[in-house]
Structures are given as structure tokens and as C-alpha cells.
């Protein structure tokens, strides 16, 4: 082989080693961006977190939708304790919290619904309502309160007591989730 095939292997091989290496910083940049430090607030992939806000208060939600499950309020609140706990930096504090959940369960209500044209058989619909109130002691501009709803959807012939568990089991985490998301997000 010449010195020029030479040259043009060597150069092929250079080339190629930038390349996996532009390939690899891209890649870590990318694993990485989701989770960033700015001064001593944390943002995880759009959540933001104030730097002086570092406890919260979950309070137990009350029951006000009168068929509803007596453990809902219960496992909502805790689910969503779980939550902030595992997905932000901040520490549960009962006592003189940065931030503070309150709010009650408002609707739990199952319905029939008719079936779309072409199909026989309709399904049901369960649907439950949570009324949430927000409170930073850190910004009073930052208090909200809002009315959150999430259903799920089971067969007509399926018996409510067979699926409930399930149901209310999607329902809380996209509630929790749309809570978690309106605390912590700039959206």
C-alpha cells in the first residue's frame, strides 16, 4: 500500500473516531439535560423548585363526594407524599412547611355512556374530582387553588367492585401527577 492509501486510511479513521466522539458527547449531554443544578434550586426536565423552598405538608384530603371510597382521600394523599418525596428534593415537614397541600375529594361518580354509532355496546365511565389549595409561606403570589378531574373508562357488562381498584389506581396517579405538575412546572 502506498503512502497515500495510507494517508486516506488514516484520515477515514480520524474522521470516523471524531465522529463517535461527537456521537458520545451528544449523547451524555442529552442523558444529562433532564437534570440540572442552578445555585441551589433543582430543575428536573421542567420542574422548578425555588432555592429557599425546601419542606412540604401534605394534609390528608377530606371526603366530601359521599360515594366515594373511604380510603380514597387517604391513598390520594399519600400518593401524592410519595411523589413529591421521590421526584423533587424536598423534605416532608408537618410542622412549618415551605409549601402546603390541602383540598378535598368533590365528585366520585360512575356513568353510563351510550355507545358511538356502529357499536353495540356502550361502556361506563368513572370519574373522580379533587378541589386541591396550594400555599407557599415562602410567596403568597405563588398560592393557587384549583379543581383537578380524571376518569377511566370500564366495559358496560364489567362489575364496578371487579375494576374499581384499577380505576382508581390510574385516576389517582394522573391526578397526582397533574397536581405534582401544576406545584412544580413553569407550563
Avoid at 458520545?24 to 421542567?46: D, W
Wanted: net charge negative; with cysteine; charged share 25%.
Amino acid at each position: 500500500m502506498s503512502n497515500k492509501g495510507i494517508h486516506i486510511l488514516f484520515r477515514q479513521s480520524s474522521i470516523r473516531l471524531k465522529c463517535l466522539s461527537l456521537v458520545a458527547a451528544t449523547a451524555v449531554f442529552l442523558l444529562f439535560q433532564g437534570c440540572l443544578i442552578r445555585g441551589n434550586g433543582y430543575s428536573f426536565q421542567g420542574i422548578s423548585i425555588p432555592p429557599d423552598v425546601n419542606t412540604y405538608y401534605v394534609e390528608q384530603f377530606e371526603n366530601q363526594a359521599p360515594s366515594s371510597t373511604p380510603t380514597l382521600p387517604r391513598d390520594l394523599s399519600e400518593r401524592l407524599k410519595d411523589k413529591i418525596q421521590t421526584e423533587s428534593r424536598l423534605k416532608y415537614n408537618d410542622e412549618e412547611p415551605d409549601i402546603e397541600f390541602t383540598g378535598a375529594i368533590t365528585d366520585f361518580r360512575v356513568s353510563a355512556e351510550a355507545p358511538k354509532a356502529g357499536e353495540q355496546i356502550g361502556f361506563n365511565k368513572l370519574t373522580i374530582s379533587v378541589q386541591v389549595n396550594f400555599v407557599n409561606n415562602k410567596d403568597e403570589k405563588a398560592n393557587w387553588k384549583q379543581q383537578f378531574s380524571f376518569e377511566d373508562f370500564f366495559g358496560a357488562n364489567d362489575n364496578l367492585l371487579d375494576v374499581q381498584e384499577t380505576l382508581i389506581e390510574n385516576i389517582n396517579k394522573e391526578l397526582v401527577d397533574r397536581i405534582y405538575n401544576r406545584a412544580f412546572t413553569n407550563w
